[in-house]
Structures are given as C-alpha cells and as structure tokens.
C-alpha cells in the first residue's frame, strides 16, 4: 500500500489524525509521512529567518509531534514545507500518491461555510485527487466496523474498492447503507412491499468484492430522507467506526468536486470520515 499523508501542527486535531493514521499503518504495513506546511508570517522574509523558522518546525515535529506514531510502532517520514497548507497538503499528497490522506478535523457545525470545521480539511475535501480521512480528536480504538454508503453510481464504486482493501487488512465488518428510494439501474423497480428486499439485493450486488475477499456485509437500505441524515444515524446506531463514502467528480461551474451530501456529513461526522474522489 502506497504511504499515508498526515497533517501534523501539534494541536489536539492533528494528534488525533496521526494516532488513527498510525494505528492504521501498522496494521496494513506502510509508512506515513507527517508533513507540516506552514504559511510565513510576512512576506518579505529574509532567507536566515526562514531558514530558522524551517529548523524550528523540523525540530518539533521529530523530537515531539509524531513520538506517539513512533511508539505505536509506525514508520514515520517527516517533512516541512512553507506556504499555503491547503495547497502544500494537496500536492504532497498527489506526488506521493497517498493511499489516503488524513487530516484532524477542529470542529463541527450546521454545513458548509463555517469556518470552525477548519478551512483547509473544507478546501482539501473539495479538490484532493486521494482519499481524505477526516478524524476527529476524539476518535480511538480500532476499526471494527466500517459503515459504506453505495447508491449504484460509479463513485460510490470507487468508495467500495478502498473500502475492500482496507475492511481486508483490519479484518472489519462492513455495513453498506443506501438511502432514499432506488434511483439507479442496478436497483430494479420494486413495489412498496418489496423496495427493501429489492434494493437490499442491489446492495449485495455492489459491494461483491467485499464479500469476495472474506469480508462480512451486511446490506441496509433506508428511504424517504436526506441521504446525509440516513448514513449518519447509520453509523451511529450500528456502531460504527469509520464511515466512507464517495464523492463526485470536480464540475459545473463552482470547481467543486465534493458535493452536498459528502460536504453534509463531512460538518456533521462525529467519527473518522474517508471521501473517496472519483480518481483514487
């Protein structure tokens, strides 16, 4: 598996992203690359001043920020890099080809646009070409169960490949969730006695490679409500701890690629979230 790419800035959130990312690490045998992107604080700065700044931040992220991934028993690589940590924090992840990228998250709110989820997880979430792993500071303990959404579309499918790979290494059950009434060909026209057991044979139907590859799933379907809400309770009442998802590609005019569900549950998650783009 290709390296993680971890947000490291000693806060709390970013502690918590690297505790996950190495937990997860050593589990599937790669190794992280903690990376620290920092923006200067002026313009006009002189080579010596940021090459001190540059030695300071080296020196913090070895010496302190990434010792619990190391005493977890993970292989760390250290980087950091100076500019605009929404960009830096992208193109790193591209150059490496991150299996995933993972962030800490520093808040929750009511959708998208305030500013308290943290701007740069809000940025990456909409132009990230890897998987982005949103992990709240509270997060802990292993992934036992993993809750997928699947809609039949071919993000979703891209969402179930990451999600076999990793469902394998862990050894996690997976419970894959559909919400609202059937809208896709995979899911046939179904009576309202039957729509349950008709899209829940949909259900099993996608995410084949799992089953494929050992892995328990369970198939739930849910309807007549916002797709967001259904895969949130979704994860809440059956215990999940980690929610993966799909994400459309980047169109239309606002060069945004996550859309409004993806970008609900991002501001809504109080588990660790991976989006997967169409390109991963």
């Known amino acids: 598996m290709k390296p993680f790419v971890v947000g490291v800035d000693g806060s709390a959130a970013a502690a918590a ?23 200067r604080p002026y313009a006009e700065l002189s080579p010596e001043e940021n090459e001190r700044l540059v030695l300071e931040r080296r020196s913090r992220l070895a010496e302190d920020w990434i010792r619990p991934a190391l005493e977890i028993g993970a292989s760390v690589r ?25 962030l800490g998250r520093t808040g929750r709110s009511g959708g998208p646009g305030f500013l308290h989820l943290g701007s740069v997880v809000e940025h990456v979430a909409h132009h990230t070409r890897q998987p982005l792993a949103v992990i709240p500071e509270t ?17 979703s499918l891209h969402a179930v490949t990451w999600c076999a790979e990793i469902a394998r290494a862990v050894e996690a059950t997976v419970v894959a969730v559909t919400v609202d009434e059937p809208s896709y060909e995979w899911a046939p026209a179904s009576s309202p006695k039957n729509w349950r057991r008709d899209v829940e044979h949909g259900i099993d139907q996608l995410v084949a490679p799992l089953a494929a590859a050992g ?29 993966v998802i799909g994400t459309r590609g980047a169109g239309g005019f606002t060069g945004l690629r996550a859309g409004g569900v993806a970008m609900k549950v991002l501001h809504r998650a109080s588990l660790p979230l991976v989006l997967v783009p169409p390109s991963s």
């Open 215 to 243: 892995t328990a799933v369970t198939s739930l379907a849910q309807r007549n409500r916002h797709p967001a809400d259904g895969l949130l309770d979704a994860a809440s009442e059956r215990g999940g701890d980690l929610l």
């Open 17 to 39: 992203a690297l505790r996950w990312a190495a937990e997860l690490a050593v589990v599937v045998d790669t190794e992280i690359l903690a990376l620290n992107a920092f923006e």
């Open 139 to 155: 997060a802990s303990g292993p992934i036992r169960r993993i809750i997928l959404g699947v809609d039949g579309s071919p993000e």
């Open 78 to 102: 250290t980087r950091v890099h100076g500019g605009d940590p929404r960009e830096v924090v992208l193109e790193l992840a591209e150059a490496e080809d991150a299996s995933v990228l993972v």
